[in-house]
Each structure stands twice: as C-alpha cells, then as structure tokens.
C-alpha cells in the first residue's frame, strides 16, 4: 500500500489497477474471496441444519407443524434481503451477524423443502416397514428419513451459498456488512463507487468475481439436482 | 382367550376424522387367530381389512383415529400398551409384510443393512453375527446366491426378489404372527405362487400363525384354514374355508367366488357383483349389502342384521342365507 500507486490501471505490476489507497485489487480480490466464500459456506451450512432440523419438526412430529410454518411463512413475508439489513443492524456491523442474519433469511425456504420432503418419504412404505420392525423415532428420522431427504436440501444448500455471496456483496455495499478496511468483495466494490468512472477497474474485477461465484455454485446446484433427483434414479 | 389362542380381536371399531367429520371405517369386528392357524381376511378394496390389520399393531395416526375394542395378544391389549412395548411387539413378536414391494424398502440403504437393523432391534447381537444371520435369511427366502445379493440395493432386484427381502426382514427375528396386507397383489402369477408356497414353508417351519389379507380367493383356498369375511367396515361371514366355497352364507361370499373366472367355460364377459361399496358417511337402516343383492326381501331394508354364530363354527350377517341353509344357529 503505497499512496503514489493510487488509482493505477491494470498493468503489469498491477494486474487488477490498484485502488484509492494505492492497494493491489487483486490481492484484495483474492483475499475477500476468503471472507465472501466462507460467508457464502457458513450460511448455507447454518441455515441448513436449522432448516432441517425445523423442516424434520414439523414434516414429522406434526403436532409442530403450524406453529413452525407459520412462524416460516411469516420470515418469507419479508424479502431476504430487507430481513438481513434489519438484523445486522440490531446485532450492528461484525462479519458474525452478517452469517446470521443471512441465515436466518434463507432458514424458510430450506425447511419447507426439506418438510415437503419428509412429508412426501413418511408416506412410502418403507418407513411404515420400520415402524412395523419396531424401529423408533430418532431410527426413522436419522437413518430413514434424513437420507433420502438429503438431495433436494444439498441442492438447497448449494443456491443459498450463491445467494448468500450475493447478498453479503449487497450488504457490504449499503456499509452494513464486514466493516471496512475487510476486504469482501462487497466492500472493495462499494470502495470503489465514488470514482466509477475513472477507476473502473476497481468496481468491474469484484463483480466479475461475484458473478462467477454465484453462477458457480447455481450451475453446481443444477448439476446436483441432476444427480439427486430421485425420479431419476427410482429405476436404476 | 383360550390356551390355543394366538391373537383375539373382539369389538374392533375405527374411525377416522375426515373432512366431513368422522367416518366409521371398521365397525364391531370380531375374530381370533390360533396358534399355528392361518387366517384370511376377505373383502373388496375399502371394506376395511387393511384397517384393521394396522390396528393389530396399533399404526393408526393417534390424532386423527378414534379406536375402540380389543386386540388381544397373549392377554395384553395392543391398543392401549405402552410405545416401548409396542415397539418390542412390532417387527419381535408380530411381523407385518406390505403389498407394494418396489417401495416397502429404503433405497438408500443396502439389504443387509435393512436386515441386520431390524436384528438389532429386537436382540443383542453383533453386527457381523447379524450379517451372517442376514444371508441364512435371504437363504431361507430362497434368494440364489445370497452372499452376494446381500450388499445389493433394492434398485437392484426384481419385484419377486424384493418381496422376499421383505419376507427375509419379516422374519427375521422369529414372530409368532405374520400379517401379510396382499402379498401378491403386485407381483406376477408365476411369482405369486412362489411366495406363497415359500410362505407356506416358512409358517410350517417357524409355526407361525398368519393373518392374510387379500381379495384373491384364489389365493384364500390354497392357502388359509379359515377365512373372515369383510364388508364395508363390518364381517359378514366367518367360515372354514371349505364351507365358504361349498355353501356361502352370505350372498356377498357368494359374489366373490362367482366373480373367479371358471377355466373350463369359455366365458363372453366376467362375472361381477354389480353395485359398490355404500358410501362410509352413510347410515344405515337396513343390511350394507343391500342395494347390490340379488336375493333381498323386504325386511333387508329396514333391520340391521346381527352375526348369526353357527353350531359349526363359523357366523353369518345373512339370516335368509342361513335359514334356507339349514345349518344349526
């Protein structure tokens, strides 16, 4: 970081241009990729097991079931990306509420499939086989329904990372995600908005990396979703 | 219950919360199966035999069923026993095999996996013990080469093949009661006969009683001592099964052996009971079969008949049937 390296355009010695503090944007980039990939993985992670686990609940045991739906139904009212910006701005601006709140965002989708999941397996026979073999609750959950609910919630997992990238570079772009001096792609695009014109390098590399990350992860969900679909594969 | 009694089921009544209230699908049943003895539970689809095998083992979802009567078995009343023993009941001491076998399996999960939970259950035994005792099952089922066929998963295996994973699982820990809900309705002729021989074999060698439930007489004659007959929710008529093909006592039984096409008439058209099942919501004033009898009179209409119990064994809901008969009351 050298301040008689500021705003030069891509080079040799700058691949990527540098940006208003004279810093490199692709060492930036690539050490963002740090805080935006592994934000996009814990929220899809997090927001999996709590969707599975509130998704088992009341696709199951469904004394549960409007109760949890209704309090689903009433998260998916609001827009994904209004419901974070509230929350980070209650639990204030840390890369650990941002996961949050971006997990609780995408919690409903994830436990209505997989509760429309289980609904549909809990009906098949061979779960009623299991129950008449003597089998228990946590056996049917754990070792019958969770398996074969497993594939639409990867596939599941694999689209919120994508979102998650997206709207974690859209938080960070209002000023409300990872604080700055963090290098999250969000953050070094919404760094470089003052001066978009001149210095466009700064704004155009992270988005570039932003949509290939998400067109990553959708095209892997695709291609899961593929692989997963059971009505592809009843018949092996 | 009598000392030869295996499972006694007296008063049987179930009803389900549908969307128009509560409809009676099974009402007033009653019979008992002794130790050793196979039974078959006779009827139409809907008639309410399927209901009540599940609640042998007591499989009704509680909120939405209400059941009253006993179940006996071995003096203690299934409905009303506690989950842990339920559980040790289901799949130890009565075994249950399902109709449909392409989906009665988990296809994430390979036979001998299937196999050996279901050992596990129900006794202390290692998991490589059980995996030895899973191929001297699927042996015993008559699966060739089922050192092999054990790793499979059931996408793997035919229908027939599946089945008798099935009954291998069924088995498996030695019930007293089998209960078989159609176990060849989806599977071919030839395969049927098959299961049905192997599970012949299998009750005489692990004195088994079997509780088997289907709408192919067909099947009943070959297989069962004494058979229960069901209709709309109610038994109409409990014969050996020699007498119900030699003299019926209900016109309903009747139908149903008419309804077996004859192989040395070449016939145009199949015989079938015209009419159908009375609607569950329905009150009835007279007999449920009424409407599609061919040999009512007038007070059919206006009295419901009770189960006549005959001197020789046996009952009939059909007192014109049973007065032209001349069997003993």
Redesign the interface.
Known sequence: MQMRFRFKPPSLDFPLGTDGFGRDILSRLLHGARLSLGIGLSVALLSGVMGTLIGVASGHF??FDSLLMRCMDALMAFPAIMLAIGITAVLGPQTASVIIALSVAYVPRTARIVRSAVLVIRE???I?????????NA?IVF??LL??SLGPLVVQMSFVFSYAILAEAALSFLGIGAPPPTPSWGNIISEGRDRSIEAWWIMLFPGIAISLAALGMNLLGDGLRDVLD?RQ???? | MTSDELLRVSGLTVKFLGESGWLTAVEDVSFSIGKKECIGLVGESGSGKSVTALSVLNLHERRTTEISGRIEYFGKNTLTLPANDLRRLRGGEIAMIFQDPMSSLNPVLTVADQIIETLQLHENISHSKARLRAIELLELVRIPDAARRVDEYPHRLSGGMRQRVMIAMAIACKPKLLIADEPTTALDVTIQAEILNLLRDLQNELEMSVLLITHDLGVIAEFVQRVVVMYAGQVIEEAPVMRLFDQPLHPYSQGLINAIPPLHIDMRRLLSIPGQLPDSYEIHSGCRFVARCTERVSTCLNSQPSLIALQNGGSSRCPIRVELSGVQR
């Open positions: 469904k004394q098949t026979e061979y009623q086989a299991a129950i008449v073999a003597g089998a228990g056996r070792r019958h398996p074969n059971p594969k009843t018949e092996g």
